[in-house]
T-cell receptor
Framework: GAVVSQHPSRVICKSGTSVKIECRSLDFQATTMFWYRQFPKKSLMLMATSNEGSKATYEQGVEKDKFLINHASLTLSTLTVTSAHPEDSSFYIC?????????????FGPGTRLTVL | AQTVTQSQPEMSVQEAETVTLSCTYDTSENNYYLFWYKQPPSRQMILVIRQEAYKQQNATENRFSVNFQKAAKSFSLKISDSQLGDTAMYFCAFTGPSNTGKLIFGQGTTLQVKP
């Protein structure tokens, strides 16, 4: 199956700093990637849709200036949490879309645990 | 707007027995896709099974099968011969006819398989 990686797997940072999370599709080109946020024992909340070469589309309630998304190539999307605060601590998961005929399959990264002190 | 509801926060089952996880959804679309994902303690999301709404036949993948009731907007997952490795959080998910990959998830059901 297709592989999606995320880096780093976990990061601890101080309040006020910025953190960048990378999402890569390793063996396929992904025109669309998605970023989710997950709190402990809770569901995945879609944050934004990332399309290669265009601006990301953010879900309602997600601050686009705080969560900067860049989809620089067909295999890489980055999420930057700017001026992080403790309430931004969470598990962030990306997924990448691989088209196969008339069906687009989603492949998920292993997630990144962000802790803001 | 589409919604997905899982009304069972936690469930448990004895090893080798059968368990059914419930999911209901709401949509005005006629064609769409439904999924069950498994998230074990590693937190890696794993696709368990998918169902295309225009197909009447229920999807089956080895020990996993679904009961898709389109009129009732119900999509339950049956796990037969439960194994310890099935212990995980299970999410029901929906995507619309354009199938861009944008998934709407239910709240999740934590399943524990007991030895």
């Amino acid at each position: 199956g297709a592989v999606v990686s995320q880096h780093p797997s976990r990061v601890i940072c101080k309040s006020g700093t910025s953190v960048k999370i990378e999402c890569r599709s390793l063996d396929f080109q992904a025109t669309t990637m998605f970023w989710y946020r997950q709190f402990p024992k809770k569901s995945l909340m879609l944050m934004a849709t990332s399309n290669e070469g265009s601006k990301a589309t953010y879900e309602q309630g997600v601050e686009k200036d705080k969560f900067l998304i860049n989809h620089a190539s067909l295999t890489l999307s980055t999420l930057t949490v700017t001026s992080a605060h403790p309430e931004d601590s969470s598990f962030y998961i990306c997924s990448a879309t691989r088209g196969a005929g008339n069906y687009n399959e989603q492949f998920f990264g292993p997630g990144t645990r962000l802790t803001v002190l | 707007a589409q919604t997905v509801t899982q009304s069972q926060p936690e469930m448990s089952v004895q090893e080798a027995e059968t368990v059914t996880l419930s999911c209901t959804y709401d949509t005005s679309e006629n064609n769409y896709y439904l999924f069950w994902y498994k998230q074990p303690p590693s937190r890696q999301m794993i696709l368990v099974i998918r169902q295309e709404a225009y197909k009447q036949q229920n999807a089956t993948e080895n020990r996993f099968s679904v009961n898709f009731q389109k009129a009732a907007k119900s999509f339950s997952l049956k796990i037969s011969d439960s194994q310890l490795g099935d212990t995980a959080m299970y999410f029901c998910a929906f995507t619309g006819p354009s199938n861009t990959g944008k998934l709407i998830f239910g709240q999740g059901t934590t399943l524990q398989v007991k030895p």
